[in-house]
């Protein structure tokens, strides 16, 4: 790339706001709601220019009451979100398992539009909250709308619906002064969490890499629960949904994501935003894990129990197709928090299992828009529409859109024609899998969901020793936030059945000891009548050593498309070494942005103008994934006698971040802790663009993890 003249940088600026800012008022004149041409929306109707504001003024009242109504209320859960639109195609047809039209159509393009969002957050809370995501996906298909409503860790923190108001309760805020916003580290959460054990699996997921992903396209999906696919011939098959990035899994790291919630709060919604309008189109595999129905009880856990994950390497993941995100919304409020997300949204071929959890959520989500979105017709807002037909006898209600025609509104009728009529099932019509149901009405928990450790320390075995690591931090930093000690005590105990060594290097950390026993809270966790001796689960089992697709480290590190690389340059920066690093960088598709001692322009040692992305002052290494030094004498001397270059650079290293630097750059390296690191393997001196390529591409160099202590960053 070579630099640009001022004005020309400018005019191209100036066009590009301006197309961001064309709406569809776009040369029209302003207007009241009755359509009433308005001359002055500056000044109100007034008893002479000084007098008071008269009643009367009918054009302050209309924009202030709308004004005023401004607000919905928010998520319950999950208020923090983003959204954008794409497609789904599928690779093969999937007729075998699913009569679902989505699944058999392989010239189908469906539209879909996805959410995603932090659970414990309020609506302005920052991205970067340790949590986990939801991950919901409304696909419009011909059949009707299919809402799978996932998040993005395959289990969930409670067995039974029953449980979820106390669940959120407990993570929230505290009741007496709201504090803290966003965050799972307080005592009421771990008081919740330790006499809960069936929470546990999901725990640890959260305190793991996961909670903290670098983006929102860098995440896995999950239905979570267990669903059913049913064929053509009535025949049904257990399925668990699995969404798989096509740029892998990653994340960023504690100490990261609590400056990136300070540098810039939205980092994940830019970052989604950014992508798509780069044209960096977002993707993600589905996929299917099938089991047969005569495979139901061949597990030692229960397809039902929500807390449970199937490992791939039981059953392996079926890609059967890919979604893709190519537009952001118009508007965040009509499309992003307005789209109603319902489980029950469902379309003939996929049916519900009896999972508990799944349960309570069919009656949960339509309740939750009814006062979201204060009417029954929620479904008539643009977001929310079928792409198909929708004939019925439901009527009026608040913010009724449609006009519905003729004069019969039940059925069965003859004045009406007897329409809207019923289908059959041969006609597309949805009918429930006829499962065989004798048992005793029962308020209780199943025997089979009674195993609460096994999965946590599958999971745990299963990671490589640097996510170990970071699972051990965040329990210290989580529990070191909780002020009582008989709370901290019983999780120590919690975690100890879950790994010895984890426990006792939590409990080191925390200068306390790890209890021998605890008062099993089995009765309080289940119900007051259960038998402890029954319920008390034994040691963990040990089905799996292993489940290697449960690691990051097994995930996929072969782009660097769309990785933010700060280019550190003041005036005089070397272009031969800036254009021969950053030519390749770009044809990898990395977002290259200059870093500059000031905003503007800096000149190259060619004399070039090059625009800057940002100035020093106002950005923040973890803002970016890498970052490359060019050579030049006069650039260097700049940033040398500059701090915050000094901070950025540590902290990238601090951060594991591959850091490659050219001739005089060198002596920027030397001034900062990556003197001591010139032999780390993601560290570049003088060296091709292509290594430094595929350590970008491969995240991080976690091995660095055992020398970044001394940085004081
Ligand atoms: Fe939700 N959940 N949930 N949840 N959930 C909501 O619905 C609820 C659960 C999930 O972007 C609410 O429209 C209950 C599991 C996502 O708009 C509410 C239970 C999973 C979203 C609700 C669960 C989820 C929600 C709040 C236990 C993963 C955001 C506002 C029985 C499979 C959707 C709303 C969006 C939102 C209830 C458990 C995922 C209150 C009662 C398990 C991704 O209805």
Known sequence: MSGTSKKSEKDSKKIEQLQDYMSDADGKVMRTRQGLKINDTNNSLKAG?????????????????????????????????????????????????????????TDRTTPVFVRFSTVAGSKGSPDLA?????????????????????????????????????????????????????????????????????????????????GIPRSLRMMEGFGIHTYRLINDKGESHFVKFHWKPVLGVHSVTWDEAVKINGADSDFHRRDLW?????????????????????????????????????????????????????????????ETEQVAFLPGNIVPGIDFSNDPLLQGRLFSYRDTQLSRLGSPNFHQIPINRPVGDSHNNQRDGHMQMDIPKGNTAYFPNTLGGGCPHMAKISEGAFNSFEERIDASKIRTRSKSFIDFFSQPALFYRSLETWEKQHVMEAYSFELGKCTHEHIVERMLWMIKQIDGDLAKKVAN????????SIDQPINQAIGADANVSDYQPGKAKNYLDKSPALSQANTKFSTIATRQIAVLVADGFSMKDYKAMTEELKKEKAM??????????????????????????????????????????KSIETLISTAKYLKFINEALKHCKAIAVDNEG???????????????KAIFINKSPKDFIKAIANHRNWERLDGIDKIPA
Request: charged share 25%; proline share 6%.
């Open 130 to 210: 340790r949590d986990v995501r939801g991950f919901a996906v409304k696909f419009y298909t011909d059949e009707g709308t299919w809402d799978l409503v996932g998040n993005n860790m395959p289990i969930f923190f409670i067995q039974d619906a029953m449980k979820f108001p106390d669940l959120i309760h407990s993570v929230k805020p505290e009741p007496h002064r709201e504090i803290p916003q966003a965050a799972s580290a307080h005592d009421t959460f771990y008081d919740f969490v330790s006499l809960t054990p069936e929470t546990l699996h999901n725990h640890i997921w959260a305190m793991s890499d996961r």
């Open 49 to 105: 220019p000084r007098g008071a504001t008269l009643l009367e003024d009918f054009l302050l009242r209309e924009k202030i009451t709308s004004f005023d109504h401004e607000r919905i209320p928010e998520r319950i859960v999950h208020a923090r979100g983003s959204g954008a639109h794409g497609i789904f195609e599928l690779y093969e047809s999937q007729g075998k398992y699913t009569k679902a039209g989505i699944f058999n159509d």
């Open 274 to 334: 950014e992508a798509i309008e780069a044209g960096q189109f977002p993707e993600w595999e589905l996929g299917f894990q099938i089991v047969a129905e005569k495979d139901e009880h061949k597990y030692d856990f229960d397809l039902l129990d929500p807390t449970k994950l199937i490992p791939e390497e039981m059953v392996p993941v079926t890609l059967v197709g890919k979604m893709t995100l190519n537009r952001n919304p118009e508007n965040f409020f009509a």
């Open 509 to 516: 950390n925390l200068g306390m000891d790890i209890p021998k």
């Open 592 to 633: 290259v942005k200059l870093v500059a001692p000031h905003g503007g322009t800096v000149t190259c040692d060619s004399d070039m103008e090059h625009k800057v992305d940002a100035a020093i002052s106002t950005t923040e290494s973890v803002l970016f994934d890498a970052v490359y030094i060019p050579g030049g004498k």
């Open 666 to 680: 060198e002596q920027l390296l030397d001034k900062t802790y990556g003197a001591d690191f010139k032999k780390d």
